[in-house]
């Protein structure tokens, strides 16, 4: 009897791993030629995200994307959407494409930024300052608005000392998180007690007004606020304004105080604190301290008088 033959018995073996691995190709793409054939058509339903009290769209393409499918061949059902006011609410919409349906959700939304006209705030000094303050009429968004201080502290610190502080940001939140920012200027000016005389002038080149202080009895209470308003050609302006980059201590005319510049009107506006000496200096004069004389001191001098705060 011959012996096995060992390399036949091999070869035979190695036939069979091929077929298997021959098969197992067959199988893999199979696969993979079903597989692709299933990616390229089809419908996928989109996350859909509509903005609060926004419109609702009626584009099917909005909703979902077509492989193999004409879109104007399917049908969109939206009517589950009734509401975009409710912040966060999700509704079902079907598109239906040869008799099948498939479904996906849209859900209300707020991705814009609150928008609010802002105005400038005066103030006495050591007195209190609120971020809405700023806020000239009501927020622009789908939803209510919050307001604060980006630095509260730097709020605290400039409302004990008289300036202009022109850089000052509030942050508008609204119900969404979403956050703007604006920047706001605050003028923190000497508290003068209850009414005052207000007696303005017109000198050359600018206008002065004095603000003189009077308590319940009507008497001088020594302090005043001197404000003197220059008006500028727009070359002048653009100078003095270059030059004097801190407002609390703007210089013009040899007067030094604390400055206000309004681009719109190419006016300057300098305030300072006067005390009754100072005024006396003036006028070479001692100054009443009742309201009638106070009165009738100012108006010989060439100024009108009015009661004011």
């Given at each position: ?10 070869n035979?073996?190695l036939?069979v ?20 054939s299933?990616a ?24 979902a ?5 004409k879109?104007?061949?399917c049908?969109?059902?939206i ?23 498939y479904?996906g ?10 928008d ?12 209190t300052v ?12 789908a ?7 980006k ?8 409302i004990k ?12 939140t609204d119900?969404?998180?979403n956050?703007t ?14 009414i ?7 000198r ?10 009077l ?14 308003t220059?008006?500028?050609t727009?070359e ?18 040899n ?11 190419l ?11 100072e ?7 001692a100054?009443?301290e ?5 009165k ?5 001098l060439?100024?009108?008088?009015t009661?004011?705060?």
């Amino acid at each position: 009897v011959a012996p096995p033959n060992k390399k036949k018995g091999m070869n035979k073996l190695l036939f069979v791993i091929i077929i298997v691995l021959a098969l197992c190709a067959v199988g893999v793409g199979v696969y993979i030629f079903l597989h692709m054939s299933q990616a390229k058509t089809g419908v996928v339903t989109k996350t859909v995200n509509i903005e609060r009290n926004g419109e609702i769209s009626s584009d099917i393409n909005d909703y979902a994307t077509f492989k193999g499918v004409k879109s104007s061949s399917c049908m969109l059902d939206i009517t589950e959407i009734k509401d975009t006011s409710k912040l966060g609410e999700e509704y079902n919409f079907t598109i239906t494409c040869n008799n099948i349906k498939y479904t996906g959700k849209a859900k209300i939304v707020d991705t814009v930024k609150p928008d609010a006209k802002t105005k400038d705030v005066t103030i006495n000094v050591n007195s209190t300052v609120k971020a809405e303050d700023f806020i000239d009429g009501k927020c622009d968004d789908a939803s209510d608005c919050n307001y604060k201080f980006k630095d509260e502290d730097k709020v605290i610190n400039a409302i004990k000392t008289v300036g202009v502080y022109s850089d000052i940001v509030i942050v508008i939140t609204d119900e969404a998180g979403n956050e703007t920012e604006k920047v706001v200027k605050l003028t923190v000016e000497e508290e003068i007690p209850g009414i005052s005389l207000v007696c303005s002038i017109d000198r050359e080149g600018y206008k002065e007004t004095t603000k003189l202080g009077l308590n319940k009895d009507n008497l001088f209470t020594k302090k005043a606020i001197r404000i003197y308003t220059f008006t500028l050609t727009s070359e002048t302006y653009n100078t003095v304004k270059s030059s004097n980059t801190d407002l609390n201590n703007v210089t013009y005319n040899n007067i030094t105080g604390v400055g206000v510049f309004d681009d719109a009107t190419l006016t300057l506006t300098i305030t300072k604190n006067m005390t009754s000496d100072e005024l006396a200096g003036e006028a070479n004069s001692a100054i009443p301290e009742g309201y009638s004389e106070l009165k009738n001191f100012y108006t010989t001098l060439g100024y009108s008088c009015t009661i004011g705060y």
